[in-house]
């Protein structure tokens, strides 16, 4: 099984709403990292965890807050957003917890959030 | 730094022709280098990767790529283009600094004409 399942599909929130989306992965992987993926561009690195704790936060605005209860799961609570936050959230998972530049990262279908 | 360039950012193949996806790379160090497939509304899926080893690297699907330090390049190809293969290409390249952060180019769309 090398598939990494997130949650919601699809979110429409208000800026002042406060939501989280979800990302799960079973394959015993030690890294899991969010991405923030615009339209017809690449995706740009947000957040890393290794062994469950936060390793990089790419000077991500506090308005987006990671969170990882365990190795197989991880968050992102939304709060307070603004529409340039529009985009799709991808999650992605690798064996290793983050110090082997060589492993796989598997990717989630993402999240595509809409603000208004 | 590391960092890719991926010089057009379209391209188009008749069904049967070759396919070419330019990718170079910079890297003050060995890269580890990455070619990811997006397809509409989809997270990405690993075609293929450099990991020093062989230089010429067997993907999914039928692509495959050539690491070639001299031209610091790392192109991908496929002999015959399916309808299939329509979709967005990412090359990337692994961060060497503790961690691994992947850096994306900006992305190749592939269309394939019938």
């Known amino acids: 099984d090398t598939e990494v399942t997130q949650t919601p599909k699809h979110l429409v929130m208000g800026m002042t709403n406060k939501k989280s989306l979800k990302c799960e992965q079973h394959m015993g992987h030690r890294a899991m990292y969010w991405y923030k993926q615009k339209a017809k561009k690449p995706p740009e690195l947000m957040f890393v965890?290794?062994?469950?704790?936060?390793?990089i936060n790419e000077s991500v605005p506090s308005r987006f807050s990671p969170e990882c209860p365990n190795s197989s799961l991880l968050n992102l609570h939304l709060h307070a957003l603004q529409p340039e936050d529009s985009a799709l959230y991808l999650c992605?998972?690798?064996?290793?917890?983050?110090?082997?530049?060589?492993?796989?990262?598997?990717f989630g279908p993402g999240t595509r959030l809409t603000v208004l | 730094a590391q960092s890719v360039t991926q010089l057009g950012s379209h391209v188009s193949v008749s069904e049967g022709a070759l396919v070419l996806l330019r990718c170079n790379y910079s890297s003050s160090v060995p890269p580890y280098l990455f070619w990811y497939v997006q397809y509409p509304n989809q997270g990405l899926q690993l075609l293929l990767k450099?990991?020093?080893?062989?230089?010429l690297v067997k993907g999914i699907n039928g692509f495959e790529a050539e690491f070639k330090k001299s031209e610091t390049s790392f192109h991908l190809t496929k002999p015959s283009a399916h309808m299939s293969d329509a979709a967005e290409y990412f090359c990337a390249v692994s961060g060497r600094t503790g961690a691994n952060n992947l850096f994306f180019g900006t992305g190749t769309r592939l269309t394939v004409i019938p």
């Open positions: 450099y990991t020093s080893a062989a230089t």
């Open positions: 965890y290794s062994y469950e704790k936060l390793s």
């Open positions: 992605a998972s690798s064996l290793e917890g983050g110090a082997v530049s060589t492993d796989t990262q598997y």
